[in-house]
């Protein structure tokens, strides 16, 4: 296995967990507020993405399991 692969792999989890952050920073912003900034206003896009965003996430955590999974 290069080097490559073996950083690829190991970023997975942390990419998904950065995602995952601004999954929880919008809704916070857009409910109670975060960091004394409430968003009282978001495009009709706003939702897709939130959507979009949460498939991003499930499949990066699925990639890196797998990947972690082939490696045992």
Request: no cysteine; net charge positive.
């Amino acid at each position: 296995m290069t080097t490559i692969q073996r950083t690829h792999r190991s970023t997975q989890p942390s990419r998904g967990g950065l995602m995952a952050g601004t999954i929880v920073g919008f809704v916070l912003a857009r409910t109670v507020g975060i960091f004394g900034f409430h968003l009282t206003f978001s495009s009709g896009l706003a939702w897709t993405v939130l959507i979009v965003e949460s498939a991003g996430v499930v499949m990066l955590l699925l990639t890196a399991a797998l990947l972690w999974r082939r490696r045992a």
